[in-house]
């Protein structure tokens, strides 16, 4: 027996059977548009594999798909099973052309792989969730024609970027449900859980609606069994125990489970992978037409869970209106779920929004403006945050906005977003939005690595949407025990940085060091990021005096500067941002990396040679009247303790490379000096003195 599970078997065998799909009907159906071409060969895999797990849990003839191949004609008798099927359950996720030309012999090998003793395991034994697995697999896929005319599958990671959607591994999502639905449940009997109403706004393939509607089953089961006289009619008992009656579990998927998703596809999967959940432990020999004919419609639906219809306030240009609208798909919450709204929202909220910035997406001018008007316009935080945010929007974060919106009171979401919803200062408005509304019952640092291709960790954040108690729970990993923190700890931090790992021994030395300090920003004349341009705008050699020497931040080291024969073409009518000549002509300056290390945030150089500097950097220059030599800020901007103090307070140890950010660089500590004291002074002189013998032995021997 092979150690391979029976999804990493299957999810292998799919790759492998886009291939030989792609390759096989594009031979045959060369007019056919390469959309059209992934979306025929997702169809039909998509589809023999759902048969398949139906075929394993007895819900459809086991063998049917084997019966296909043995004859002549197998695409056209898989569109008519294919067509039986999507009227069956309701579905459109089964939809395919009916005049492709596809040979017999391309499904001989996918479908006896399938079965016994090709696959050798059981069907049954394939989890639902592995759909949505497929789904977010196809997403980070491209099937792309070859100049010769092949049809080939590519990885494209900007796929997946673009759509921010990654296979949330169940462990999370479940930990995730235990902590909201669980706990709402808790204080419930059956008769008064009936109006818990629980979404997913970005639903995806469904697994956070999926692990929801499967861990009501069992809590509806342990209930009713619980008092077997009173629920008698919810209940039958077989070999494996007691079951839910067929009818109760509809009455759970219903009134329980809602999702919305912007793309149409996901929505299918998601009903089908509920559908078989349903389905579980029951028979083919159900009479679908009576007893299964539902329609999940109203209740899982696809829309903009971001944007609703007042999008579209001008009437200017009504055929630009409508085509844009078909496009954005907007969603009014209040038309498509009127009774839930009208109650004051859901109560419970999960998911795994998507996580791309406006950089990385094509969103027009219009949506940001929207995005400002509607979720960042009211919240009151600096407006330096605000001007930020709009400018880089990531759409997890108005995710967030909208799951606290969305909420009831009383109610509970719980949310996965990067770390850096913590502590990057293009947040802050994120923050202080949940600090103003909401309890943060937990946050869970879930370390990198949770999800395929991408190196951000992610956290949970467990919110409740009453901003009534004080106590937030920390886990550093998802089994440990929690620390407990203050929330009100974080509205006294700069930018609302949620430190999570800022004990209070650590929170007193800090302290002590603010006391006896005086910040950065009141005597920097100016901390400023380098030069944006473009990379044409960038040489190896000089040419004439328009030409300036650019270091990048992989250019300077702690003391030490390593020029790379790099210069910029400055002509400041053709840079983006081309910074003031000031910063350029200054007789001195500090460079920063705007890049910094997990450990060693800090690393800084002093210019006495006016270099101009790329992005990577930021510069820093002292006020012309200040009594601190430059050199002094120089080396505690290198010290450990700085390092320290910045690594402690502005990164949260994050793991990965962090944004050296302006905001939290003007807050650094500047051990104040009483120039009118001796010994005071001396401090001072012996620390300028001790940075320029480094400097002379810098340039003395480099290495």
Known sequence: MTSTSPVQLILKQIEVWRERLAIAVYAHNPHLHRQDLSVAIQTIINGLVFLRLCEGRNLEPDGQLQELIQHRQVYKRLYGLFQQVGDRYSSNFFQIELNLTIPDESFQPIISTLYHPDYPFEHSELPIELLAQMYERFLGKKIQVETKGKAIVNQVSKIRKAGGVYYTPTYIVDYIIENTIGVLLKKKTPQQAVSLRILDPACGAGIFLVRAYQYLLNWYCEQYSLDLEIHKNQLYQDKQGWRLALDTKKRILFNH??????????????????????????????NFRSSLRINLNKTIKCGNALIRSDFFESPKNTLSNLRESVEIN?????????????????????????????????????????????????????????????????????????FIKLLKKEGLTGIIAPNTILRTTVYDVVRKYILDRCNIDRIVDL????????????????????????????????????????????????????????????DSLFQKMEACSIKLTNVAREIIEGIVCRKDQIFNKKIDARYKRLLAGKDIDRYSISFKDTYILFDRARIHRPRPDFIWQAKEKIILRRIGGSKFSLVAVLDTENYYTFASTNNILLKDNTAYNIKYILALLNSKLINYYYTQKFTNQSELTVNISKTFVEQLPIRAIDFTNCADKASHDRLVRLVEDMLCLQNSDPN
Request: glycine share 8%; net charge negative; aromatic share 14%.
């Open 257 to 286: 489970i809602y999702g919305v998703d912007i793309d149409r596809h996901a929505i299918e999967v998601t009903k089908l992978s509920l559908w078989l959940i349903l389905l579980e432990g029951e028979s083919q020999d159900i």
């Open 330 to 402: 907007p969603f009014d919450w209040e038309q498509e779920f009127p009774e839930i709204m009208q109650s004051g929202g859901f109560d419970v909220i999960v998911g795994n929004p998507p996580w791309v910035f406006t950089r990385d997406v094509e969103f027009g001018k219009s949506v940001k403006h929207y995005f400002q008007r509607k979720y960042l316009s009211d919240i009151e935080t600096t407006q330096q945050g605000k001007t930020k945010q709009t400018g880089k929007i990531n759409l997890f974060a108005i995710f967030v906005f909208q």
């Open 447 to 506: 370390g990198s690595g949770v999800f395929e291709g991408v190196t951000a960790s992610p956290v949970i954040l467990i919110l409740g949407k009453e901003p009534t108690h004080k106590t937030v729970k920390f886990f550093k990993t998802i089994n440990l025990n929690p620390t407990l923190l203050n929330k009100d700890l974080f509205l006294n931090t700069t930018s609302y940085v949620f430190s999570v790992f800022l004990d209070k021994s650590q």
